[in-house]
């Protein structure tokens, strides 16, 4: 590569918890540079979560939900001599942690109740629970990944 790798930006950990997670978390989940009202959209969609689970700590719920949808393979489709496989690839931390907060998003926004922030507990409790379709997303991935696992061969080339 002729040009160098960009620096990593520095982002700073958020206003309630200062935990740096929480901020990458709002920041994918944000439209139209609207951060506060996402900060108020998770902030709410915790306290849902505290209600529910009375004894336990929010944060760690959370925590616990997106280390659940979180993969730790995924397929890359690769052309050899013709045909088209799926080659099954271990993620890299940052990918891994980035497709999980995805994940976990886009299944929040799909789900059917009123407000995002009741949609984003239901799918945090969801996850929690190692149930909903983040976390049937994950395992949808992970058994692609096993399918192909005898191509897995080609990854070094």
């Known amino acids: 590569m002729r040009k160098s790798k960009p620096k990593k930006r520095i982002i700073l950990p958020d206003p309630k918890f200062s935990d740096i997670l929480v901020t990458k978390f709002v920041n994918n989940m944000m439209y ?5 009202l996402s900060y108020e959209i998770f902030y709410e969609a915790l306290t849902v979560v505290k209600e529910k689970l009375s004894e336990e700590n929010s944060l760690d719920v959370f925590k616990k939900a997106l280390t659940n949808v979180t993969p730790g393979v995924e397929v890359r489709s690769r052309r050899i001599g013709g045909a088209t496989f799926q080659i099954p ?9 980035s497709i999980g907060m995805k994940a976990l998003i886009s299944a929040a926004r799909k789900r059917h109740e009123k407000t995002m922030s009741q949609k984003l507990a239901g799918e945090i409790l969801s996850a929690y629970k190692e149930e909903g379709t983040a ?3 994950k395992e949808d991935t992970h058994r692609m990944a096993e399918a192909n696992k005898a191509f897995s061969h080609f990854r070094f080339r």
């Open 32 to 36: 139209s540079g609207k951060k506060n």
């Open 135 to 137: 976390f049937k997303k």
């Open 89 to 97: 690839t271990e993620i890299r931390p940052a990918r891994k942690q």
